[in-house]
């Protein structure tokens, strides 16, 4: 499974962008995907998760300007971000994780596109 992030680059403070991850291969449909942040010197961080089934969460950070959705029939999920400020700089990552079996779990990454975010 190979995960594509795009979308990323500048934008002013109060702009907005729209992050893509394609994913290849079979199992997205089952899979949940999520995606992180990280920013220079700190920790990478969980932003907003979706299930197979569409649910989603958010962390308060982002939670009521991020929107994350999945589009099954593309094998992509998307992360709009509205209301962006400098501290939402960092480097994005898509995620997918689920099992292939009871005992079989599966953790892919993206390779990261960065948001930078000018005041």
């Known amino acids: 499974v190979q995960l594509q992030a795009s979308g990323g680059g500048l934008v002013q403070a109060g702009g907005s962008l729209r992050l893509s991850c394609a994913a290849s291969g079979s199992i997205f449909r089952r899979s949940a995907m999520g995606w992180y942040r990280q920013a220079p010197g700190k920790q990478r961080e969980l932003l907003a998760a979706?299930?197979?089934?569409?649910?989603?969460n958010y962390a308060d950070s982002v939670k009521g300007r991020f929107t994350m959705s999945r589009d099954n029939a593309k094998n992509t999920v998307y992360l709009q971000m509205n209301s962006l400020k400098p501290e939402d700089t960092a480097v994005y990552y898509c995620n997918a994780h689920g099992y292939y079996s009871v005992e079989q779990k599966y953790d892919y990454w993206g390779q990261g596109t960065q948001v930078t975010v000018s005041s």
């Open positions: 979706i299930s197979s089934g569409g649910g989603t």
